[in-house]
């Protein structure tokens, strides 16, 4: 049984680039979520996916979007850049919204902006 | 901010001891989960536990929760070198759970051989 995977797993991109992140849900999961972790911090919520919708958004801006796709796999898009958009980023899976069930992360995208 | 906290920030302790560390919060919750991260990889689910329930064991970690001061904390016991991480509760208060949680910043275990 696959978990949640990742990918890629490091990158490194140029201030104002845009960037795509990668998620596939562990399997029988249908709802996926994204967060960012500084270093030395926990992680901050960006935001949640079910049902190939937006339900929930932390306090990111508008420069962050993410979309989730039939099979329940998930795209995180980050456009415009910055250094401190320099950081771990963490995909969670779970099962349904209302389900009050654990989440299970994936080993993370390590993101580099130079 | 619903964000946690944990206490203390980083431990050390001898292998075989037992470590504990602690977690408050400020409203309300669902559920409580704890994670264990190796050197900023990703994030290894260690044990939930729900509004409803004090306790919940799983090897060799105990959890205890108490809504009344909104706080909970996990038990490591006999440690091995191989526990060295860094552990975060979090917190998921949403109206129907499952929604989103709220991260603590951590507490860094050292095990010492």
């Known amino acids: 049984d696959a978990g949640v995977t990742q990918s890629p797993t490091h990158l490194i991109k140029t201030r104002g680039q845009q960037v795509t992140l990668r998620c596939s849900p562990k399997?029988?999961?249908?709802?996926v979520s994204w967060y960012q972790q500084a270093l030395g911090q926990g992680p901050q919520f960006i935001f949640q996916?079910?049902?190939?919708?937006?339900?929930q958004r932390g306090n990111f801006p508008d420069r962050f979007s993410g979309h989730q796709f039939p099979n329940y796999s998930s795209e995180l898009n980050v456009n415009a850049l910055l250094l401190g958009d320099s950081a771990l980023y963490l995909c969670?899976?779970?099962?349904?919204?209302?389900?009050?069930?654990?989440?299970?992360f994936g080993q993370g995208t390590r993101l580099t902006v130079v | 901010s619903q964000q946690g906290e944990e206490d203390p920030q980083a431990l050390s302790i001898q292998e075989g001891e037992n470590a504990t560390m602690n977690c408050s919060y400020k409203?309300?919750?669902?559920?409580l989960q704890w994670y264990r991260q190796n050197s900023g990889r990703g994030l290894v689910h260690l044990i939930l536990?729900?509004?409803?329930?004090r306790e919940k064991h799983s090897g060799r970690l105990r959890v205890t929760l108490d809504t009344s001061k909104k706080s909970s904390s996990l038990l490591i016991t006999a440690s091995r070198a191989a526990d060295t991480a860094s552990y975060f509760c979090?917190?998921?208060?949403?109206?129907?759970?499952?929604?989103?949680?709220?991260f603590g910043t951590g507490t860094r275990l050292t095990i010492i051989p």
């Open positions: 969670a899976s779970s099962l349904g919204l209302f389900m009050n069930t654990e989440a299970f």
């Open positions: 399997s029988g999961h249908d709802t």
């Open positions: 996916y079910y049902e190939e919708e937006e339900r």
């Open positions: 409203t309300s919750i669902n559920n």
């Open positions: 536990i729900r509004s409803n329930e």
């Open positions: 979090a917190t998921d208060w949403s109206n129907f759970g499952n929604e989103k949680l709220t």
